[in-house]
């Protein structure tokens, strides 16, 4: 049965993301008010025994104010000095205004590495858990100070469907400047319509976000579609909403205009969710349309059915798998170091052995380190097996 919208206190474990613009005045500091009505909405959510996490923005922006910096692009050492003064002031100003109301916060502070290696991951889900068991808010953002442009998230909307996914939350939502996804540029398109309701995120509705090669590519809402696969892949739906409000929360469950995004009917087990969640495969195979046909049927990738090997990776790295056209339909855990599977790309299984000089593993990914990351026409392409 497909899954349908609900209130907000409807859902067991909630993950907000704040944007910076929404925190910060460039030219006042703080929006102390907005975060004061934004406290009292997740306060009204606990008292009717929601979770809430929050992905919090904005401790640059902050760093900069406190700092006195003035306008313009900052260098990497600038942005680090700056985000070391803001992750203090914006942790405390969270912690102040929630203990109001008898919640107590809590920092995490994340890289790209601690979501991206499995044991680290482990340990970071852990910690957040806790937190949640102990009644606390765990309050998120990327470790700015340590990060560099090379290691990093570089936007907080993938950030926070990873965490979504983490801790298991059934909603995610991604407040910012819009109030969900347009069929196409509003302020290009006057006829261009807000989608209520997005079942499945097809192709097509990539394309309305802007593809990487698209004229019309806005970078904020692609990331957060991106978000979105990762969310939805794991079955938790997403909500994209304006943030403007004084109360956001309070006006999303008045019926306040946003997008809602259908969680995956068989969602991925714990241990694929991390795998589809991956932001930096470190290759790609490219595979026919029997391949694909198999994948989708709940089968390993094998070597007979993969045209290209992209990339340099040793197995057990994460990869992506694409159509011929270049599209990623799936990603999982390599068989076989990239050189290896140059060697046997489109070969039986049965000749590995001769061509390697040793017996091999078989498939490329097996199916238990495989997960369906792309939905094909609105329907479920995912097929879960065994959980590993």
Known sequence: MAAKRKPLSKYRRIVIKIGSALLVDRATGLRAAWLDAMCADIAGLKARGVEVLVVSSGAIALGRSVLDVPAGVLKLEESQAAAAVGQIALARAWSERLSRDGIVAGQVLLTLGDTEERRRYLNARATMNQLLKLGAVPIINENDTVATAEIRYGDNDRLAARVA??????????????????????????????????????????????????????????????????????????????????????????????????????????????????????????????????????????????????????????????????????????????????????????????????????????????????????????RENADA
């Open 165 to 382: 996914t983490m801790i298991g939350a059934d909603l995610l939502i991604l407040l910012s400047d819009i109030d969900g996804l347009y069929t196409a540029p509003p302020h290009i398109d006057p006829s261009a319509r807000l989608l209520d309701t997005v079942a499945a995120i097809t192709p097509e509705i990539e394309a309305m976000a802007g593809g990487p090669a698209s004229e019309l590519s806005r970078g904020g809402m692609r990331t957060k579609i991106d978000a979105g696969k990762i969310a939805t892949t794991a079955g938790c739906a997403m909500i994209i909403a304006s943030g403007k409000p004084v109360h956001p929360l309070a006006a999303i469950e008045a019926g306040a205009a946003n997008s809602w995004f259908a969680p995956s009917a068989s969602p991925v087990t714990a241990r694929k969710t991390w795998i589809a969640g991956q932001l930096l495969p470190a290759g790609s195979l490219s595979i026919d349309l029997g391949a694909q046909a198999a994948l989708r049927s709940g089968k390993s990738l094998l070597p007979a059915g993969v045209v290209q090997v992209t990339g340099s990776f040793s197995r057990g790295d994460t990869i992506a798998v694409t159509d011929l056209s270049g599209i990623e339909i799936a990603r999982g855990l390599a068989g076989y170091d990239a050189d290896e599977a140059r060697q046997i790309t489109g070969r039986k299984s049965g000749e590995i052995a001769a061509i390697l000089g040793h017996a091999g593993r078989g498939p490329m990914i097996h199916r238990d380190d495989l997960v369906m990351t792309a939905r094909d026409h609105g329907q479920e392409t995912a």
